[in-house]
């Protein structure tokens, strides 16, 4: 038998270095799976159309109509015969429009322009509150996590503060201070970030331990670094979680606060409804009370629900 060349049978191979690097796995960004997830679901596009709808009305439609509200209130004050109207009767004496479609009230004013006029306050406010409060929470319960000198300290603070009623502390502040926009923030961001605060130490103080973190440290890591890059992408579910829950509830505690008296001084959601609770159970009048506690229902359920879905799409483990 002949004996076969060595070269048939060696044949030299060179490396390919960015062939080896290429992964035959798919692509992941992890917004466009959040948003893949999210709108998976048509309901979530419903709830945003009707979020959109909310905050259309409450801030543009003010705008586009020139509502005035140290004017318009009080348009139709010396008329007896505007007052307490139903929307069929309202539109008979002004006019078919938008605004008459919910009658008027005690002073001849357009119920429907007053509700969106007082639902951009309660909704500025509920914004504005959750924005500081998630901010400063989220970032004092990153540092609280890591430090244990932090943590003695701020565990006492929260001790302390946990065990006063909270709407208590709100009363009390606003009743120092002058019932104005911003001080009801001062009130409800004074101590409302500290909850916050504990909440995510928890989850740090449960991630900071894993192996990829005590690498980073031994590799001599930064903790801002490792707080920033390594724990906090990972909260992002849990911090949605947080802003549902929080920002429809700041909206509850000025709708209870201005109910009982104690609210702003602006014509917000909850001085309407203080102002027309005598309206309640009388009847012909009942779409004066009625109209600003039904709002106030549907943006903290839209808020509430919105935020939960997303907060679901934001689990990487709702991507696969």
């Not at 959109?52 to 439609?61: E, N, Q, T």
């Not at 140290?70 to 078919?96: C, Q, S, W």
């Not at 701020?154 to 946990?162: G, H, K």
């Not at 429809?248 to 008296?261: A, D, K, N, Q, T």
Request: a neutral charge.
């Amino acid at each position: 038998m002949d004996e076969i060349p060595e070269e048939l049978l060696f044949v030299p191979e060179t490396a390919d270095t960015q062939g080896a690097e290429r992964i035959t796995a798919p692509g992941y960004s992890y917004w466009k799976s959040v948003g893949r997830v999210f709108f998976r679901k048509r309901r979530n596009i419903l709830l945003l159309l009707l979020l959109a709808a909310v905050l259309g009305f409450s801030y543009l439609y003010p705008l586009m109509t020139g509502y005035d509200p140290g004017v318009d209130p009080y348009i139709n004050l010396l008329d007896p015969t505007a007052k307490h109207l139903g929307p069929r009767a309202a539109m008979e004496k002004f006019g078919y429009s938008l605004r008459w479609c919910l009658g008027t009230g005690a002073s001849g004013q357009s119920t429907f322009d007053a509700v969106w006029y007082g639902a951009g306050i309660s909704l500025s406010l509920a914004l504005l509150c959750g924005a500081i409060n998630l901010t400063v929470g989220v970032l004092a319960g990153a540092v609280w996590g890591f430090s244990r000198r932090v943590d003695a300290v701020m565990t006492e603070v929260y001790n302390v503060i946990a065990n006063i009623p909270y709407i208590l502390l709100i009363s009390v502040v606003v009743l120092i201070l002058s019932a104005g926009f911003f001080s009801m923030v001062f009130a409800l961001t004074v101590t409302g970030w500290v909850g916050i605060a504990y909440f995510v130490r928890t989850q740090v103080m449960i991630i900071r331990d894993r192996e990829y973190n005590l690498a980073s440290r031994c590799l001599g890591t930064p903790l801002h670094r490792i707080a920033r890059k390594n724990i906090l992408p990972y909260l992002t579910s849990v911090i949605v979680t947080l802003a549902a829950t929080e920002i429809p509830s700041y909206l509850s505690y000025e709708v209870f606060l201005s109910f009982i008296g104690m609210g702003l001084e602006d014509m917000s959601l909850g001085r309407l409804i203080e102002a027309s609770q005598n309206a309640m159970l009388t009847p012909g009048w009942e779409l004066e009370f009625w109209s600003p506690v039904a709002l106030a229902a549907v943006i903290a359920l839209v808020l509430y629900v919105t935020g939960q879905n997303l907060s679901d799409a934001s689990d990487p483990r709702t991507h696969i």
